[in-house]
Every structure is written in structure tokens, then in C-alpha cells.
């Protein structure tokens, strides 16, 4: 039992389901591959009890606040205890999407408009100030909690008498809020693995754009791996993509979400730093292309830059 591997999953982050489901996939891989696995709550167990309780490792499965953000990657290297993705600093950049699109836009990568806003800033008579700021985007606009995956407190809007309504969605998660122009086109993801380009995915979805329920629920949702884009363009996304991880400074597994718009330009999206790992989830998808097991990706992910020797 040298080698016990705590995988921390669940927590208390409004991605609390997807985070177990990616959790116990994980688990169940380790488990057959033969290592000493453990399922580790940290909703309910103190992870400062991981030294304790003989762990050597740990393989983080969290999403959102709280385990995709830095403050949980603090604490294992407060305990000296390896893990898996990207470093405190990345990690709690990738989260803040203001914060990225700012890192971004500094070594000129393509990002879209967008209005940051901030709850503490905000008094009901502002509304009219705000909404006249806001309306100088171009319509449809998303409004977006600032920390938040899985496209969770998101509204697209597509007429001002229901930006206020949006505005007190996404500050319902969140004390700070982005207000971003619609990006309309084709998304991708570009999954990475240990500083390798991995085959990319067209998403293509019924719905208005790539929300909570087309990742999660819908049956209709299509990832076209690889996406077919033609050799020029898959070339430019590639180098779009790395240039974006390595500017956040992430490492380990990930993914960066671009769209193509009608003008057959990219823009990038966001960063995600611990991506879910069902065997349904994208990087699993296009590590499958690639002619990577899930187990064996489970493992590599695990073994990234001899982290666990």
C-alpha cells in the first residue's frame, strides 16, 4: 500500500454530478490497472488528512470552484503530495475567464468582444448605464459567470429587456459576470496530453450553442473526430491551440475550446484544465482516435512529466 492514489472528485462546486461521474470512471480504470485507488470526496473528507491517512498521490477529478482553481493544487504541494494537472498558477488563471481572455489578447491570440462586470459595482439605478454599455455589442450576446465550467448560469440573449434577468442568473454563481458578443459558427476542442496535440473535435449541436444540456443530455449532440477541417485550417487550430496553452502556462491534460466563425476565423473560447473523463467525454474521444485507450490515458495522465515516480 505504498502507493496509494487518493482521485478527488465531487466537492461543492455547481459541477458537483459531473465531477463524481468523471471520479469513478478514473477510479474504476485504476483499480484495473492494478494500482490502489481510493475515491476521496472532498466535500466531506479534509484533504490536509491525505498525509495521514498514507497517500502518495493524487489524481484530481474536480470541476469547477475549489478543485480546478488552484486552491486544492495548494494545498497538495503544501503536503508534498503529487497530482495530476495543471500548477496553482494555471490553474487559477484557466478558472477566471476574464483573467484569460486579458493573457490572451496580450500576445495577440484571437478573442472576441466582451463586458466585464462586477456584482459589488452594482445598484438598481445603474441598470440603464449598464444595459446602454451592454448594447453596444453585437446581438446575440452570452452573459457568463466569470468562474464557472460547463457553461453552467449561462443565458444567450438575444434582445435587451431580458439582459437584467441574465445578469442575476449568472450572479447567482458568481460575484463577477462577462458579457460576450456570440461567436456564431463551428466549435472545436483542441485536447492536449503532456504538451502533445491530440486529434481535434468538431462539436455539432441542435441547439443554440454547446450549453449544459447538449454536453450532459442530449442524444443529438455530434463530435466528428477528427472534425475535417481541411489541412490548412486544422494546421492554424493546432498551432492557435498550443499557443494558447502554453501562454496560461497549463500542462498535463486539457483542452481549448475555439469557435470558427462564418468568415472562417478563429477565436478562441476557453481553457479547461481538468476536463471530464467519462469514456463519453471529448479528450477520452480524441485519445481514442489517436489509438489511446481510455485506460491507457488514464495512466498517462497519471505519469505526466514522471510526477509519480
Sequence with gaps: MNNKIAVLLGGNSSEREISIKSGYSILK??????????????????????????????????????GEDGSIQGVLEYLNIPYTGSGIMASSISINKLQTKLLWKSVNLPIGPYIYLQKKEIKEFLYPTIIKKILKLKFPILVKPNSQGSSIGITLVYH???????????????????IETFLKGKEYTVSILNNKILPTIQISTKNFFYDYNAKYFSSSTQYICPSKLEINKEKELKQLAMKAWKTIGCSGCGRIDVILDEKNQFWLLEVNTIPGMTDQSLVPISAKKYGISFDDLVLNILNINNKFE
Excluded at 38 to 53: A, C, E, G, N
Excluded at 160 to 174: E, G, R, T
Aim: proline share 4%; charged share 25%.
Design 160 to 178: 435587451s429587456k431580458n439582459i437584467k434577468k441574465a445578469l442575476k442568473h449568472a450572479f447567482f454563481y458568481d460575484d463577477n459576470v462577462l
Design 29 to 66: 480504470s485504476l483499480i484495473k490497472s492494478g494500482l490502489s485507488a481510493y475515491p476521496i470526496d472532498v466535500r466531506d473528507f479534509p484533504i490536509i488528512h491525505l498525509k495521514k491517512q498514507n497517500f502518495k498521490k493524487a489524481y484530481i477529478a474536480l470541476h469547477g470552484k475549489g
